[in-house]
């Protein structure tokens, strides 16, 4: 399958500032001078003066929550500041309104599904609560905020509970999930391709998890130059099909299988 891809300005303005786009999902607010509370009644009243304890914080963070509705419930995401893990990304919200409306193509239902670089947990959650036994993994520094939100929004909802796995692209991947082990019925991606330098060896996870039986759905923005060589790639390494597009956000969504034969 042949892909053009374009790359605007604007969207190479708007895509260099994701980590900015991570650190105003925090906000931020200075704490409040000491203030001097002056009596209303006379000026020749004395005035009191409230100090701050040293051990209180000048400043303070709160971090952004999300609700979504989907599969009948409503999903509150707690974002965190751990990298690209931090917060919820479009082409996850594409997918799973994807999956919750093509249900009837892309049954989950006592299926096993992985998710590569969960994130949040947005897109676990809703595979889950499809009715899919589900595996989320991201790196290590992302796994407990992951497991929170997953915990949170699948308790007493699920036909099964939800796994947490640490994965790390393209590393000792036969070694911690043999093939012979590990099968799943659908792997899930959203929005793991940005400006980084781990992309072949994403491309080689996505392989190895994905033999022949296995469904891989891809969602993504593009936002650079990478973003295209990487769908070139991909769609060398398997069979593809573009199963939708979404102009307002930019986002694709592919389904893949693998070349190999069975």
Request: charged share 25%; with cysteine.
């Amino acid at each position: 399958m042949e892909t053009v891809c374009s790359v605007s300005v604007a969207e190479e303005e708007e895509a260099g500032m994701i980590q900015e786009h991570e650190e105003e999902s925090l906000e931020e607010k200075p704490l409040s001078e000491p203030e001097k509370e002056v009596s209303d009644k006379t000026n020749d009243e004395p005035q009191t003066t409230t100090h701050k304890h040293p051990w209180e914080p000048s400043m303070y963070y709160t971090f952004n929550k999300e609700s979504h509705n989907f599969a009948g419930y409503e999903i509150n995401i707690q974002e965190s500041i751990d990298s690209y893990g931090a917060i919820v990304w479009p082409a996850a919200v594409a997918l799973c309104q994807y999956l919750e409306n093509n249900q009837h193509q892309f049954n989950l239902h006592d299926k096993a599904v992985l998710e590569i670089g969960a994130g949040t947990g947005l897109l676990s959650i809703v595979a889950c609560l499809l009715g899919a036994w589900v595996t989320a993994t991201d790196m290590p520094d992302i796994l407990g905020n992951l497991k929170m939100n997953l915990n949170k929004n699948t308790r007493n909802r699920c036909r099964y509970n939800p796994q947490v796995a640490e994965l790390s692209w393209g590393e000792d991947l036969e070694k911690n999930y043999p093939r012979s082990v590990y099968h799943y019925d659908y792997v899930l991606a959203a929005d793991v391709v940005y400006h980084h330098d781990c992309l072949e060896k994403l491309l080689d996870t996505m392989k190895h998890f994905c033999p022949p039986g296995t469904i891989l759905l891809w969602a993504n923005k593009v936002r650079f130059e990478s973003d295209c060589k990487f769908t070139e790639n991909f769609n060398r390494t398997f069979h593809t099909t573009l199963l939708a597009e979404f102009p307002e956000t930019q986002v694709k969504i592919f389904m893949a299988t693998s070349k190999e034969t069975d």
